[in-house]
Each structure stands twice: as C-alpha cells, then as structure tokens.
C-alpha cells in the first residue's frame, strides 16, 4: 500500500472503524434475506465484465467506448439469459419431476422397510458371498436346491415387492397422476358453479361440522343457552343429492335444517369466508372425480402403458409381466402364501430366463435371512440397532422435510434467476458511470467509508468471483462426467442426483461426500440395486475426483483458494455453524482473504499486491 493509504490508516481512530465496519455489518445483516439474489447477481456482473473487458480491449484497446461497451453487455446478457432459458425449461421440469417421486416413495416405505433393504443389500450380500459363494459354487447349488425342495420359491419376490410396489407408484404418480390431477382440479374450476350446487354441500357437510366447531359462538349470537335441548331431525341425506356424500360424511351428524340454513346465513355475509368454502368444495368435487377417475379403464391403461415402458428400458429391475404384477399386488397383502401361488407356474425343464429367476429370488431370500440372523446377533448390531431405533426416524423425517423444502426453494429459483438477471442487466448496462460515481464519493462526507469499506471489498469480490468461476468450471466437468456415469451403470433420479454433484462442487473437499451419499444410496435401494453396483460407483466417483484434484483444480483453481484439507474441513465446520449453507459455499474464499489479505498482507496472483493501492484499482463488476 502507498503512504497516503497509511496515513489515512492510521489517523482513523479506532472507534470510527468500529462504527464503519459495525454500520457495513448490520446492513449486510438486514439485507440477507435477499443474499441469494444479492450474490447470484454480483457471480453474474463479475462474469458479464470479464467477458465484456477482454472484448472490448480486443476491439478498442486504447479508448473507452460506452456504446461498445453497453453493445457487448447486451450481447453477452442475450447468451446467457438464453442459456438460463434452456436449462431451465430442458432440465427444470426432470429434475421436479424426480424430486416428487422421491418423495412419494418415502410415503409408501417406512424407516424400518429402508433399514431392511440398506441391510439385506448390504450385510446380506456380504454374507451370502461367505456362506454360498458363487452360482458355480456347491455349497450354492445344494442350499438352492434344499430352498427348492423346501417349496419356498417366491419368499425372495416377496421381501422386495413393497419396494418394486413403491418405486413404480412414485414414478407414475410424479409423472401422470399429479398432471391428471391438476387437469381435473383446472377443469372444476372453469366449469360454472351451481350456487344451488354449492348450498346443497354446505347444508349436508361444511353446517354440521362448523356448528360443531364453534358451538359457543353460535348459540351466544343467537341468544341460546348452552344447555338448552336444540331442535334435532332425523333425516337422512340423500346419495343422489351430491357426488360428495360418504359415509363420513353421513355420520357428520344431523342438525335441525333452520340452524343450518342460520349458519349458512352467517356464511354468505362474509364475503371472504364464502370464497374460501367455495374453493373448498371444489376441490372436494375435485377429489371426487379423481377418486372416480381411479377405477376407468383410461387411469388403467395409462399405468399398464407406463409399467411396460419402465420394463422395457430396466427389465432387471421389473422381472415380472404386466398381468403378473397385477396378480401379485393382489395376493400381497394375503401374506408369503398367496404372493408365491400368484407366482408363474415353473415348467418341468428350466429355461435359462428361469433359471436366472430363481437364482434372483433365492439370493434376495438368503440375503434377507443371513442379514436379519446377523441384525439379531451379531454384537456390533446391538449398538446400531439402539441408534437406529433412536436416530433413524428422525433422520428420515429430517431428510424428508429436507427434500420438500429443496424442492419448495428450486421452484423459487426461476423467479430469483429473473431477478437477479435484470439487476446484473441495469448494473453493467451502466457500469462504465457507476464506476465514475463511485469514485466521486472520496469527494463527499462519506469519505471515511468509502476509504474503509471499498479498497477491501474490491480485492474480496475479485478473489470471491475469481473462486467461484473456477469452481463453476469444475462443477460442470464433475456433473457431466458423473451424469455419465450414472447413465452407464443404470442408476435411477439421475438429473436430481447430478444436481447434488453441481451443488456439492462448490464446497471444497467435503462437497465431495456430501454428493455422493445420496448417489450411493440410490445405488442400493432402487429395485435394481445391489452392494456391487454401490462399489461401483463409490470407484467411479473417486476416479471422477481423482481426475479432477490432480489435473483440473491445479490448471483452474491454481493456488488462489491453496490450503491444507484438514484447514479446510475445520473453515467448513466453523462457518456450517455460524452460517448454514453460505458459510460452506464461502468460508474458504472469506479465510484466504482474512489470512493472506488482512493478517500477512501476501500477493494473490492476478487478484492482490500489497505493493500496489488497493483503492486505486478498478473493480472486476
């Protein structure tokens, strides 16, 4: 820094600093609910600059031209609004689409139903490979012809078939049912409400229960004791009045129709309470016809169509024809019995498709017996299955609540993108007079300020975009090379899963297991799933890492964000702590620059020289 930078230093007291750097602080503090349009916006006005000077020192190198200069702002902005666009539209509506069927096939599989399957894939595998080896093995062939002799055929099947259940009804509920469904609700809202219609429901459903749930109320507006005997009647509604009536609603209770016809009174003079219980029962005759729509041969046709599709693209996953797996669905519930009777009669002379059959349902029956004689035994089970039986539930509830509240932000993101698009478009568009202005507040009353605050936010929003734009490079090499990876070995939510891989490439060293778990448990639990494929992918995504930490990061990352792993891990836990997500995505940049900026004041290539005045340089946006 040059002498007038110290002597500016030194003479501010150290209560003025205080009082600028507390001032800075709590502005940031108020505006963070905005932080995520905030730095989606500085990335973009740091990448649209870059771009813009490197091309406008090609075309005019020795003048400053606002025309050019805004041209190629606008040229760029184009570009990338397009390619926001296509992603978006491309890939946006995959990546929901996944993320609701995830969450569908939690609601059909209960935490002790994943344990099982993590253990029976898991454990199970292990210990079948022990105990039988391999199909040519004959410790294998004598325990699958003893499971033959012994009639257990199918109890295989039958250990896997809520999750084949739940994995089909999850994917065709996110890709069918949920369109179908909001097809009706559209409809039941464009169609003419009844008003006759709508009284009719109210009287026979909505009168009884908010009779029931305000009592008090109503019987003090109508100057009626409490424990005066209200008229009663006996009547029964009519099926044929609605297609809403049930049996719940039958049993809703019976009112005197005057205190119904007094409540609907009170109703309709409340403009807003009426619009809402008229939402109300459209969407209740919405439900009905869906639940309707269940039993037509069209909502059939459509599962059976989508059942063949997902057969035909993983037969290994789906082993049974469409008319079998209606029988089994049937059988199921009846219990081991009835699901092995539903079960294809085996021909005298095995073919090489039944015999592949059989030796599936056998290892996936071995693999469920050795996985729950060891989860019953075995001592290092005992402790798993005390912290399991406390911890599980909530970490799959956490997961849950997790997940809906990524899916919830995610289609916020669009809307956030637009925002933060249009604030980097005006900022640029303007940068050239914005940098003059700026410059004219060493000038003013705010001097002080300015001479603080600015100098160091230029060299951290330059070391922060330089970071960021390195690891974006790395992200999309890792997602690439991981969403072909996924493709090879069939693992299923690829989009979703790679989405995770993006994310997870912003966070050093711990990024890397962060996005992967998920991946590995996919590996395991989709119908498919096996120990085997899960090492699979454990090798290919440290080959991917691999690849990446020895020729990637040293020629993009080179030594800006260079630090020990163990110094990392520690940054991450702290700023995880104090900060949530954004102290993972910016702890390492915020600590380089604490410790090379402020504590040693070294160089950071191409971003900070002690030698030269921070103020005096220009800033990147």
Request: net charge negative; proline share 4%.
């Amino acid at each position: 820094m040059s002498d007038d930078s110290v002597a500016i230093f030194l003479s501010r007291t150290h209560w003025q600093r205080w009082v600028i750097w507390g001032l800075f602080i709590f502005l940031v503090y108020e505006l963070r609910d905005f932080f995520f349009v905030a730095f989606v916006t500085f990335l973009l006005c740091y990448i649209v600059r870059t771009i813009v000077t490197a091309l406008t020192k090609r075309l005019s190198p020795n003048h400053e031209k606002v025309w050019l200069d805004r041209l190629l702002t606008l040229g760029t902005f184009a570009v990338i609004a397009c390619f926001i666009a296509g992603a978006v539209l491309w890939i946006g509506p995959q990546i929901i689409q996944q993320s609701r069927a995830l969450l569908v096939r939690q609601q059909f599989s209960s935490p002790q139903n994943a344990l099982e399957g993590i253990l029976n894939r898991t454990v199970g595998s292990v210990l079948m490979w022990q105990e039988y080896g391999g199909p040519q093995d004959e410790r294998y062939q004598a325990a699958l012809k003893k499971y033959r002799d012994d009639g257990r055929q199918g109890e295989g099947y039958y250990s896997q078939f809520s999750a084949l259940h739940a994995h089909l009804k999850s994917g065709f509920q996110a890709e069918y049912e949920e369109s179908e469904r909001r097809r009706i609700e559209q409809l039941v809202r464009t169609e003419k409400s009844e008003s006759e219609e709508f009284d009719k429901w109210f009287l026979q459903v909505k009168a009884p229960e908010l009779f029931e749930q305000h009592r008090q109320k109503y019987l003090d507006d109508w100057g009626i004791d409490s424990h005066s005997e209200l008229p009663d009647d006996d009547q029964t509604v009519d099926e044929s009045d609605s297609d809403l009536t049930t049996a719940d609603e039958k049993e809703s209770g019976s009112l005197d129709q005057t205190i119904r016809h007094r409540i609907l009174d009170d109703v309709e003079s409340d403009p807003i309470v009426l619009a809402d219980l008229r939402k109300e029962w459209e969407q209740a005759i919405a439900d009905s016809r869906w639940r309707a729509f269940l039993h037509t041969s069209e909502y059939q046709e459509a599962f059976e169509a989508y059942y063949k599709q997902q057969r035909e693209e993983n037969p290994d996953a789906i082993p049974f024809s469409y008319e079998t797996y209606m029988k089994l669905k049937a059988a199921y519930p009846k219990g081991k019995d009835a699901f092995a009777q539903a079960l294809p009669e085996q021909p005298e002379t095995d073919s090489h498709e039944t015999a592949v059959e059989t030796r599936e349902d056998f290892e996936l029956a071995m693999q469920r017996d050795l996985a729950q004689e060891w989860w019953s035994q075995a001592p290092m089970a005992a402790s798993i299955r005390q912290h399991a039986k406390e911890d599980l539930p909530k970490l799959i509830e956490s997961f849950g609540e997790t997940l809906k509240s990524l899916l919830h932000k995610l289609l916020e993101v669009p809307a956030q993108l637009v925002t933060a698009l249009l604030l980097s478009m005006f900022i640029c568009f303007d940068m050239l007079h914005l940098k003059e202005s700026l410059a004219s507040l060493k000038q003013t009353r705010v001097k002080h300020f300015y001479n603080e605050i600015v100098p160091g936010l230029i060299v951290f929003s330059r070391l922060i975009g330089r970071s960021f734009s390195a690891q974006a490079l790395i992200a999309v090499f890792n997602t690439l090379l991981s969403f072909l990876l996924l493709w090879m070995l069939g693992i299923g939510n690829e989009l979703l899963l790679c989405t995770f891989v993006f994310l997870g490439s912003f966070i050093p060293v711990l990024g890397v297991l962060l996005s992967g778990i998920p991946i590995v448990l996919q590996a395991i639990l989709q119908p498919d799933g096996s120990l085997e494929l899960a090492v699979q992918v454990v090798i290919g995504i440290l080959v991917i890492h691999l690849i990446e930490a020895s020729f990637l990061s040293p020629k993009i990352v080179g030594k800006v964000l260079h630090l020990h792993p163990v110094a990392v891990l520690v940054i991450l836990a702290i700023g995880e702590h104090f900060f949530g997500l954004w102290g993972l995505l910016l702890g390492v940049p915020v600590a380089v620059y604490l410790m090379r900026v402020v504590i040693l004041n070294e160089p950071i290539p191409g971003i900070y020289d002690p030698k030269i005045r921070a103020g005096e340089a220009s800033p990147s946006t």
